[in-house]
């Protein structure tokens, strides 16, 4: 009997501390250095632990026993938002292999493995309709088949995920399911007004994961009418936005994530929508000044916008100074507000073009005002007699300077063409766009009277 409790004692241990491990193999071995574990969260990732690569390209991951099931990411090289990959844990073992070529798959992990299939499987049924409505088949017999095999298949895997990690994925993702047979356009049309009704925005394992900024990206960039794109991202994202519903939190991620996507690319009607109809009421409700500072700057800095007003010391023959506001100048019919500095090697090669082409020009085509966001007042003032033609400012605090932050400068040079009445009509993206950009514009009708 004493042996027997020693025993007992002797594997207690290994009972309270047993945990789960997370083991993968990189393939090529030698195209990876490490490999970090991150816990997804609706907000951010949380570093769980770090793992060495053997030579074989093989690592693993020992989970605490309290490790909290979950959406998990391996990083596996630089920048992080580009190299990783996702995968739920579950309280189980997980064996994976990673190649850079053929990517992610599962040897053990039961939850991984549904989901995997559950894709495919989808994927599968989703080519076979795509073939029925592109050799334009009529045949209803063919059609329900299809769509038996999707009712099944959702089915199927909805009770093969009952307890598990997955179902609350697989149940979000059920697509659209016709009753009868319908032409093409109108299960587009159908699918689309279906496309939130299994998803709740409310459900946290969705939230700590990619699902829903992967299913709102998906809604809003592929339900479009390609002759008014613009016109289809707004009613996409307000439909989005109304189905996310009362979720404050989530709505600010997703709405922070189409905003930026839409900036980035300066497809600034639809950027400026999203922040003026629902992320600049949410940004101030939070406090979040950094965020409302980014859309109000973005917005100040789009095409149709009067250009923010600034001060520019003027001197005259003499050479007294006077100061001018920016939207008082009537010497010109177009402006052009030239972000640079002295030490930006762009700047420094298309501006003497620039100075060159504002020679050639007739007396009240062009105005160029440029500003340097620069922290070397001596060395600016010393290269502003290069340019006699142009008027210039001096941005103290580089890229901390009310100037720039007005016109969203993010790098130099950046160019603003503004009108007569200082209303911003294009922002070429270099010397050579800029020069292509005015040429094209209409000439002064007469000579513009330089102010006193």
Known sequence: MFKKILFLIAILPSVVLAQHSIKGKFTPADQ????????VTAETSIFVDNADIAEDGSFVFELKKTQAPGTYRIVYAQPQDEYNF???????????????????????????????????????????????????????????????????????????????????????????????????????????????????????????????????????????????????????????????GQNSKVKKILLEILWNQFAVEEVEPVANHIANAHLLPIAKADNDYTLVNDLTYFINASVGNIGKDFDIVIYDEEGKASVKKMHSLKEANNYLVLFWSTTCSHCLEEIPELHKLVKTLDKGQLKVIAIALDEDRYRWKDMTY?????????????????????????????????DKDKKIINKPYDFKAFESYFKALPKPKKELKKED
């Open 386 to 418: 290069d340019y006699p033609e142009f008027y210039h400012v001096f941005g103290e605090g580089k890229w901390d300077n009310p100037i720039g932050d007005n016109y969203n400068v993010k790098s130099t040079p950046s160019y603003f063409v503004l």
């Open 86 to 244: 996702d995968f739920l844990y579950n309280n189980e073992d997980i064996e994976l292999t990673f190649d850079l070529e053929k990517g992610l798959d599962f040897t053990t992990s039961e939850e991984n493995k549904l989901w995997v299939s559950y894709n495919n499987s989808m994927s599968l049924i989703g080519q076979s309709l795509n073939t029925f409505y592109s050799k334009n088949e009529k045949n209803g017999k063919d059609f329900k088949k299809i769509i038996d095999i999707l009712k099944t298949t959702q089915s199927e895997f909805e009770k093969a995920a009952e307890g598990k990690l997955v179902l609350n994925f697989i149940t979000a993702s059920q697509p659209y399911i016709p009753e009868e047979l319908i032409d093409a356009k109108t299960f587009t049309e159908n699918a689309k007004k279906d496309y939130f009704k299994h998803i709740n925005f409310g459900n946290p394992v969705l939230q700590n994961s990619n699902f829903l900024i992967e299913a709102t990206l998906n809604y809003v960039f592929n339900f479009i009418d390609n002759e008014d794109q613009n016109v289809s991202y707004i009613n996409n994202i307000n439909a989005a936005v109304k189905a996310i």
């Open 32 to 39: 990876f250095k490490f490999a970090f574990l991150y816990q």
